[in-house]
């Protein structure tokens, strides 16, 4: 990187893979709000790139993830709320809030890449993040060579809202950082929703 360059080169910002969702709001052409539709129900469902197998974005996920580049996510989520932003979305939430590692997961990581994401958007989109609102209770296996299927069965009753005054009427924006069939983000909007909230909203750093 050249001097004004942060965490991400130029010419890799420039082929990063884009998917603009949030120019289409949450209508039908916006591919990863049809994904949600008769699941559960979801205002609005944005993610800020293409996640695709052994790609730039995977190799980011991979540095934000297990290499401790948490700073890298807080970055990924002021970029992404700054375009958010120009299209006024900070007016459609009351709160932000990542989804939760288990306690033992987030004990050996050491953090959780999903609230540096929130933190990076709550900065630009100046709604405020909560990351103690939500906690994953069972610490599940992990997700990645499950089917849809097998993902929901996994996490379905594995997250609680610890304090349902914080969400009760509210319009809560939930992040991760990425979204493969949604099962999990699925779990986290009925927990939320079940806590009475007004409305749920997804994003995540990338959609498979």
Request: charged fraction near 25%; include cysteine; charge should be positive.
């Amino acid at each position: 990187m050249v001097k004004g360059e942060r965490y991400i080169c130029t010419e890799c910002n420039v082929k990063l893979p884009y998917t603009d969702f949030h120019e289409h709001g949450a209508t039908e052409r916006n591919p990863l709000q049809r994904r949600f539709w008769g699941k559960v129900p979801v205002r609005f469902a944005f993610s800020y790139l293409y996640f695709r197998s052994r790609g730039r974005v995977q190799r980011l996920l991979h540095q934000l993830k297990y290499k401790g580049a948490k700073d890298l996510g807080e970055y990924l989520g002021q970029r992404y709320g700054s375009l958010l932003k120009e299209y006024h979305y900070q007016e459609q939430f009351d709160l932000i809030v990542p989804v939760p590692l288990h306690k033992h997961k987030l004990r050996k990581r050491g953090y959780n890449q999903s609230d540096y994401f929130a933190r990076g958007l709550a900065e630009t989109l100046e709604v405020p993040a909560k990351a103690n609102v939500l906690v994953r209770t069972i610490n599940t296996s992990t997700q990645t060579h499950k089917d849809r299927l097998n993902r929901w069965h996994n996490v379905e009753q594995v997250f609680e809202v610890t304090k349902p005054e914080e969400v009760k009427a509210k319009r809560v924006l939930i992040v991760d950082d990425v979204l493969t069939t949604g099962a999990t983000l699925e779990a986290c909007a009925v927990a939320v929703l079940n806590a009475g909230a007004a409305e749920v909203s997804i994003v995540t750093i990338a959609a498979a």
